[in-house]
């Protein structure tokens, strides 16, 4: 009883010196309380809200005069990062053309945001999922409703979620993150804001500071919160352990420790980039800046609150004809599925290997644990066998 005495008073006093006279925490809640007219009205708790400032955004005829720059800029993402694709549409086409007569319809046979060009034969259409999931047959029924009455139409099926996770239907569906739309709708009004009203460019950056909280891409608040917690780690894990949140990251933690034989490349407490060790003595340079230094690499996802899931990626390298290499060469490995779309010098990202489980124990940290060492060790271990024996094959 005397050392249970012990830590109860301890635990109590790490409490205090966390929330008494703490500075940083001061401005980690001055930051987050700052006045932004969406938090008022809730806008991040509700997806409808985020479809209807999207729709007005994406509306090439919209009061903002950006006319269809992010329209375009949309549509170009998830053409250049898609698959399963209307050969058809390519990132050069929708850059040169106009959409300046694409209409936009809202709830249009309850699908939350679809947009139609006549002009450029495109339909592309969102199903917005933030906190909910997908309905049995949802995106299936939305995808025929379309097909029927947009029969000669390019089509873009896509799912659009915080981090993008993957639809049921991913061999119909594109799939597009709010992350991603925080990144574009930033650069844009930057690059454009000489041409914004004052109040319409506030207005969307606003709105672009909820979605960096939303995606956990606001620099500042990541740096405080990254001080915070080397300052006051005990309290901190305390208040996590009591307040009952996702283990996913701590799990992804023991996970690093239990496989001495990864590279830890990312992580956050949705997704957990590594690639194996033996990747390092490959030449696997990226482009672009990506969850990784490598251009093919392994991570965990966690998928709402109902999946756990493993993914093998090739992603953007510095020279799109040894990508295109590369991506013919894993082709060959008939393990891997790589679709011909893939091989398009646009292209950034090919998910070659997926495998998800049925998982909503995310308070479980052993469970957690227990389940990516299965996947990785168990489920994707021909994936992993293959592609290492590829790349110790591969000729440049």
């Not at 249970?4 to 001061?26: C, G, P, S, Y």
């Not at 987050?32 to 509306?59: C, Q, T, V, Y």
């Not at 099926?157 to 061999?171: A, K, Q």
Request: net charge negative.
């Amino acid at each position: 009883m005397a050392d249970e005495t012990i830590d109860i008073k301890d635990m109590t006093r790490k409490l205090h010196q966390f929330v008494v006279n703490n500075d940083e925490l001061e401005l980690l809640e001055a930051k987050m309380g700052a006045f932004n007219p969406f938090n008022i009205l809730k806008i991040e708790k509700h997806e409808i809200r985020h479809s209807n400032m999207l729709g007005w955004l994406l509306d090439p005829n919209a009061n903002h005069n950006l006319h269809d720059k992010l329209l375009k800029k949309i549509i170009s993402e998830v053409v250049s990062t898609s698959e399963n694709i209307d050969s058809r549409l390519s990132v050069g086409n929708i850059q040169l053309n106009s959409f300046s007569d694409a209409e936009v319809k809202r709830e249009w046979k309850n699908i939350d945001l679809l947009i139609a060009s006549q002009s450029n034969n495109l339909v592309i259409f969102f199903e917005n999922k933030i906190y909910s999931q997908e309905a049995n047959n949802q995106l299936k029924r939305y995808l025929t409703i379309v097909r029927e009455h947009y029969s000669t139409y390019c089509i873009l099926p896509t799912y659009l979620t915080l981090m993008g996770d993957e639809p049921s239907e991913r061999e119909d569906y594109c799939v597009l993150s709010y992350e991603r739309i925080c990144q574009i709708i930033k650069f844009s009004i930057d690059l454009y804001k000489d041409n914004l009203n004052p109040k319409v460019f506030d207005l969307i950056m606003y709105y672009s500071k909820i979605l960096e909280v939303l995606t956990m891409q606001n620099a500042d608040i990541s740096r405080l919160c990254k001080d915070i917690y080397s300052k006051h780690k005990e309290a901190v894990d305390l208040i996590v352990e009591y307040g009952l949140t996702s283990e996913f990251e701590s799990a992804a933690n023991d996970f690093k420790i239990q496989n001495e034989d990864i590279i830890e490349t990312f992580r956050n407490n949705r997704r957990y980039w590594f690639v194996p060790k033996e990747f390092k003595k490959y030449d696997l340079r990226i482009a672009d800046e990506w969850r990784s230094p490598y251009c093919i690499s392994f991570w965990f996802m966690k998928r709402q609150n109902d999946k756990l899931g493993l993914i093998l990626e090739v992603g953007p390298v510095k020279n799109p004809e040894e990508r295109i290499k590369l991506l013919k060469r894993i082709k060959e490995d008939n393990y891997f599925r790589v679709p011909v779309r893939a091989l398009d010098p646009e292209r950034k990202y090919t998910r070659i290997f997926t495998k998800y489980i049925d998982f909503d124990e995310w308070d479980n940290k052993d469970r957690i644990v227990e389940e990516m060492n299965d996947l990785y060790k168990n489920k994707a271990k021909i994936a992993r066998n293959n592609i290492l024996k590829l790349l110790d094959s591969w000729n440049r």
